[in-house]
Structure formats: C-alpha cells, structure tokens
C-alpha cells in the first residue's frame, strides 16, 4: 500500500501573494482608468470591527469621483508601480526566497473602461515587465485575473456584472492576457474568491445596489454571468495552451454548527454548500441541485441558457482557497439570510477575525474529498498592529500563528490531501483590502507608510522575515 508523506513534497511551492489593486498605486499613469478599488474610502470614524465593505451606490460612485478631501488609499497603494524591481529582489532568490509569486493584472490598466476595442499596449507592456522581473528572481508567478479591480466604467454604463455584456468584455480581456503572457505564466486565478458576495460585493461584481430591483437576485445573477465567462476563459485556454493550468478560488472559511441539534446541523451544511456552490460550477460543471432549489425557495431568477449551461462544462484544472477564520451558523442564521457569527471559543485578532487552524486542516480534507483536484492555499495571514521601535520590528506574534497553521497543513498532506502550495498574504505590508488601512498589517517586510499615506515607504525587515525564510529553505521542516 501507498506509504503518505509525512512532511511537503520536495516541489512544493511556498510563496507570497499579493493584489495589484491594494500595492501598485500610480492609479492615474500609463493609460489605466479608474476601477472600483479606487473609490475604496478609509475612514478613522467607523468601529474597528465594522469596517467592511457595504453596498455602493450611483451616488456614492458619484461622490467618490468628485471629491478633492476624501481619502482613497489604493489609489497610492506602496508605490510598487515604480518599487518593483527592488522589492522582487528583497522577495526572491537572494532575499526572502519565495519559491512563487502571486498577484493579479489590474483589468482597467489593459482596458481602462472594460469595453474597448484594443488593449492598452502600455499597460500589457507594464505586466511584460512585472512577469519578467518575478521570473528573474526565482518566482514562478501565478496570476489572478480578477481581483476587484473591474473598471469602474462597467459598473455605471452597465451595471457590472449584472449585464450580460461584460460576459463578452472579461471573456475578451481574459483571452488578451493569456495571449500575451502564456509563454511564461501557466498557473492562472480567474476570479478571486468568487464566493464573495456579501462582504465585498461591490468590489467583486461592480452592481450599484440603486440601478437594480432585487439585490440578493442580481448578486447571484451577477456571479453567474461571471462564471460563464471563466468557462469561456476556460474553454479558450485548454484549446489553445494545453500547459497551462486554470484554477478557480473560494474564500474558505467553513462553518460549525452552532449545536448538535439537527437543524442546526442541516442549516450549516446548507450554508456551507452555497458557499461551495461556485467551486461545484467550475470544477463539476453543472449547477447543483441545492442552489436551484435555493433559488427556487427565494424566488430568485437566474437568467441562463442552454449555450450557457454547457459551457460551464469547461472546468478548472486545480482548486484555490483563502483561508482566514472560520464562524458558527444555526438554523435561525440561515434563515435570516444565510448569515454566520464568531466563535466565542476562538481567539481572534483585533479586526474579530477569528484564529483556527485546526479549521485549515478540515477545510482541506473537505474541499479534496469534494473535487479530488490539486489543492493551492492562495492566502493565509493575520493582520495585526506592528510597532517599529529603534528601526525595527519585533513580532514574533506572526510565526506563532503561521507556525501553527503550517503544522495543520502538514497534518492534511499526512490525510492524502494533494496540496502543491502555500502563499502566505501580504508578505510585503500593503493596503488592508476591507478596510483600506496601511496599519492592519500582514507582511514579514514592514512599509513606512501610514493609513493616510504618510511615510518615507522604506522596506524593513521584520523578525519574522527570518523565520519565513528558514522555512522555505528547509522545506517546512523548521518552523
């Protein structure tokens, strides 16, 4: 019989992952229009624990735009635009180590209003440069398409992803971009974290919640025009660039039932599955009998054909997840409108995002007993206050957490999960991506930047840069 592995593949890929929307800034240079990330506000008045993404509407867009006071930190983000060179140099094979590299290409530098005719040669050109530098450091890049960075432009002329038309649009962009860079990138995201449609939502499907009659009907309408696109994306790939492999990503996070009741434990599980639902399209290709009948029970219309529905047919070739804290759901939660609360069992950080690696190792059993696909985990972090004293930051906090989540992943591989790699979040501090602020902090690289932009922006060493690079140098064996 087959003898399990008790420690990492010898390939296994430890990495940093990033989004563009939240580091590059230069939101205004090299032909890039404006995309929903740029209206992100950070406000110093809302509670610590409330600083989430809301509905957007028309006005606020409208607002957002003209304002001349109101603070926007991604559209400065770390300066990456013009940093990267040095910081893949600090990230690679003669700094940190980093075996792999993810971040995305910001749509709305390739087409700045999402529905032009030809791209933006200064903009693919930008990612020519970024992709060659990630390699030249040692990187294998992995590259999200999609992560929340839709121009802004289709979410006013047509309702983001409610329409119909940015089927076509993304579908075209995506196909743009595996043109150009195919030849050196061959793990691809389509969409980040997909599942999220509650929190973040107008970051991920663009749909002003005043251009449409019912929101809960067009977010999920939204979310599967979004998904016939990834299969056309999909489609296109495996027939023109069979070396390259597709993936999709759910933000994990599984919930427990609050009680042993039965109720509460069906209620969970059909939490659970809508949040799986989208994995089960992209990867099984077919909607599931559960989400038609949640539709059904709602009275939600979900306009899709027989074309359509075929096309889904054209599945990813891995499975990525988020995994960042997991909730408790109960029969009444669900009910009132599938929602889910902390654990009280659980420490959480000072954002109320609970910290459970016990839950990563069941979230890999789950997600592998489900797809039997190879397994990424494409974010993992905290994000916590640092204090830099005398030029340099003590935190020895962040291994204690990361520690134990990597003892968990071990754990899985030792259950048969076939987990490829790992890519710890923000390796490098970049804007928070729910509530805009510089001081949530995730990276093992402190940047001298504050909430309102503030800083010289130099790049420290944390204590914990160290320990990430022992780790990678020995394969997970020293943590």
């Avoid at 489609?235 to 599984?254: A, N, T």
């Avoid at 979900?302 to 074309?307: F, V």
Wanted: hydrophobic share 35%; charged share 30%; proline share 4%.
């Amino acid at each position: 019989m087959k003898q399990l592995s008790n420690g990492f593949p010898k390939d296994f890929l430890w990495g940093g992952a990033f989004a563009a929307n939240q580091m590059e800034g230069a939101y205004d240079l090299g032909g890039k229009g404006l995309c929903v990330a740029d209206i992100n506000e950070f406000r110093d008045d809302i509670a610590i624990d409330k600083k989430y993404n809301e509905e957007i509407t028309t006005k606020f867009i409208n607002e957002a735009l003209e304002s001349k006071e109101r603070i926007f930190p991604k559209r400065w983000g770390i300066d990456f635009y013009h940093t990267y060179k040095d910081d893949l140099k600090l990230l690679g094979k003669d700094g940190l180590g980093l075996k792999t590299y993810r971040t995305s290409i910001n749509w709305s530098r390739i087409f700045p209003n999402g529905d032009e005719k030809e791209p933006n040669e200064e903009g693919l050109k930008f990612y020519d440069r970024l992709i060659d530098e990630i390699v030249n450091n040692g990187m294998i890049p992995m590259i999200t398409m999609s992560h929340y960075e839709m121009p802004l432009y289709l979410t006013t002329k047509y309702k983001g992803w409610y329409s119909k038309e940015v089927i076509d649009f993304f579908a075209k962009y995506g196909k743009v971009i595996l043109d150009r860079y195919n030849d050196r990138v061959k793990h691809w995201i389509i969409v980040n974290q997909i599942n999220l449609i509650v929190h973040e939502s107008f970051n991920h499907l663009g749909v002003p919640e005043d251009v449409v009659e019912n929101v809960l009907e067009a977010k999920y309408q939204a979310v599967m025009n979004e998904m016939i696109s990834c299969a056309e994306i999909t489609k296109y790939s495996h027939e023109k660039y069979p070396d390259v492999q597709i993936g999709m990503m759910l933000c994990g996070g599984p919930a427990y039932s609050e009680t042993c009741k039965p109720e509460d434990v069906l209620a969970t599980m059909q939490h659970n599955q809508m949040e799986y639902f989208y994995g089960d399209v992209l990867l099984r290709g077919k909607i599931p009998g559960y989400a038609i009948r949640f539709f059904e029970e709602r009275n939600i219309n979900i306009q899709i054909n027989e074309k359509e529905e075929k096309l889904l047919e054209n599945t990813c070739d891995f499975f990525s997840f988020s995994y960042y804290y997991t909730r408790l759901c109960n029969k009444e939660s669900f009910i009132n409108g599938n929602e889910v609360f902390r654990n009280p069992e659980l420490p959480a950080n000072p954002w109320g995002w609970s910290i459970d690696p016990i839950g990563l190792r069941v979230l890999l059993n789950e997600f592998y007993d489900r797809y039997q696909k190879p397994i990424y985990i494409t974010e993992n972090g905290v994000g916590l206050y640092d204090k830099l004293e005398d030029g340099s930051i003590h935190d020895d906090y962040r291994p204690e957490y990361y520690r134990a989540h990597i003892e968990q992943m071990k754990e899985a591989i030792k259950d048969g999960v076939d987990l490829r790699g790992y890519y710890a979040w923000g390796v490098l501090d970049i804007i928070s991506c729910s509530s805009s602020e510089m001081s949530k902090r995730y990276g093992f690289i402190y940047v001298d930047k504050d909430d309102y932009g503030n800083g010289s922006g130099k790049r420290i060493k944390k204590d914990s840069f160290n320990w990430y690079k022992k780790v990678i140098e020995t394969n997970g064996e020293v943590i």
